[in-house]
């Protein structure tokens, strides 16, 4: 699928996708919203709608909701996790679907290549690929900023069909990462107890119990702890309080569907007020203040964040 992706080759990759559906990777669930996008909002393709890649989008932050947060803040994970590498370079057999360690893989595959200076492959596979798709970080952003202010996925729940994302399903990380803490806890507390009782047993495998101890556990607990380091800066910044920006539409010329239309039409309402406000603030002279308390608490919202500016690029 990420080849086809890398080719521009979208009816491709979603065939091949039919014949996935069943894998639960974020690897092929998020490659196959990164598709629906590129033919709703890019190649503007028939029966590709923004709820189509909404719900496509919905099915892969079930997946795995973390690397929902690494592509809509990626600036800022790349900041906060450490020791990428590690997870990247160790192969995708041992990593549990839905997992931390699976989201790092897939989320921060580009990170040692951009520090490095060399993309190479990796650009054409997990986060490289979104990267390098117009818009994509954007509308990922957006729709969890919508859902965890209002709560409205994009499913059609009015005919009974659960696949609109919730509030919950964003919020679920939380209880997932410290499930995960304690499965590792538990796992590591068991193979010490083994190896002590191996020790003091049957000291002839000492050559042995050598090469195991070489070949050490990721440490879950470590990557949680910078996870959750980029979620407080993320909400001491107060990025999810901020409204959804709709910059990424690519509206065609000839208009648009319904949805894209009303949501040019809020872009377009809060231009028209944010210049209804600078002529105000250009009569200062008879002004009694309040205008200029309202424009320093949006500013303040602003430059409150630590990524947000750049977490948009």
């Known amino acids: 699928m990420n080849m086809y992706l890398s080719t521009n080759r979208p009816s491709s990759a979603r065939k091949l996708w039919t014949t996935l559906q069943n894998d639960g990777s974020a690897w092929i669930r998020y490659a196959a919203a990164l598709i629906e996008y590129v033919s709703w909002n890019l190649l503007h393709e028939e029966g590709s709608t923004r709820e189509s890649a909404e719900k496509m989008l919905a099915q892969a932050i079930r997946g795995n909701v973390y690397v929902a947060y690494l592509l809509a803040w990626p600036h800022t994970f790349e900041r906060a996790m450490e020791y990428t590498s590690e997870v990247v370079e160790g192969g995708m057999c041992d990593k549990k ?8 893989e897939y989320g921060c595959c580009c990170y040692e290549q951009e520090d490095n200076g060399d993309g190479g492959e990796e650009e054409d596979r997990g986060m490289g690929m979104w990267m390098g798709t117009d ?12 859902v965890l202010n209002t709560n409205e996925g994009g499913g059609d729940l009015e005919e009974g069909r659960e696949d609109g994302l919730t509030r919950a399903d964003l919020l679920s990380w939380e209880t997932k990462l410290n499930k995960e803490e304690e499965e590792y806890e538990k796992e590591r507390a068991e193979k010490e107890q083994l190896r002590q009782e191996r020790d003091a047993g049957d000291e002839s495998d000492d050559g042995n119990r050598g090469e195991e101890e070489e070949e050490e556990d990721l440490d879950v607990v470590m990557y949680a702890g910078m996870f959750r380091t980029a979620m407080d800066w993320l909400q001491d910044a107060g990025e999810f309080l901020k409204e959804p920006s709709y910059d990424y539409i690519n509206v065609e010329e000839d208009g648009a569907e319904d949805g894209m239309q009303d949501e040019d039409g809020d872009r377009e309402d809060v231009k028209e007020d944010n210049d209804k406000n600078n002529e105000d603030d250009s ?16 500013g303040g919202a602003a430059s ?10």
């Open 304 to 313: 409150s964040s630590d990524g947000g500016s750049s977490d948009s690029e």
């Open 283 to 298: 009569n200062s002279n008879v002004a009694d203040g309040d205008s200029d308390d309202s424009d320093g608490g949006d």
């Open 135 to 146: 818009g994509s970080l954007d509308w990922v952003r957006s729709v969890v900023l919508r």
């Open 97 to 104: 679907s839905g997992s931390m360690l699976e989201a790092i």
